[in-house]
Nanobody, 128 residues
């Protein structure tokens, strides 16, 4: 299994970026896909998640209404569209996957899952 993030960069506050997570070695069925971020000196936090089987999604309160997660099954790629970016969104963004042994219901919180595989991350820097 391999996850490769791309799309990070430097953007001014109020701008937009779209992150991509190209996945190889598995399909999205029966998986929890997630985006996480870690800013310097801070703990890693869950940003967003998506479960293909039932279409449920998760967003951290800090990004609700600004970020949108999606899947392209044909390209086996997950995206994170980030709009109205703020300096506090500056972090390394990682994508990750949990391979579920069984369906556990709607995706309510990323804390309910232990992600099995991680990408190496992509840097997002938002200038003020």
């Amino acid at each position: 299994v391999q996850l490769v993030e791309s799309g990070g960069g430097l953007v001014q506050a109020g701008g937009s970026l779209r992150l991509s997570c190209a996945v190889s070695g598995l399909t999205f069925d029966g998986k929890i896909m997630g985006w996480f971020r870690q800013a310097p000196g801070k703990e890693r936090e869950a940003v967003s998640g998506i479960q293909k089987n039932d279409g449920t999604t998760y967003y951290a309160d800090s990004v609700k209404g600004r970020f949108r997660v999606s899947l392209d099954n044909a390209k086996n790629t997950m995206y994170l569209q980030m709009n109205r970016l703020r300096p506090e969104d500056t972090a390394i963004y990682y994508c990750a996957v949990e391979i579920l042994e069984r369906y556990r219901g709607s995706l309510l919180a990323m804390a309910d899952y232990e992600m099995n595989h991680w990408g190496r991350g992509t840097q997002v820097t938002v200038s003020s």
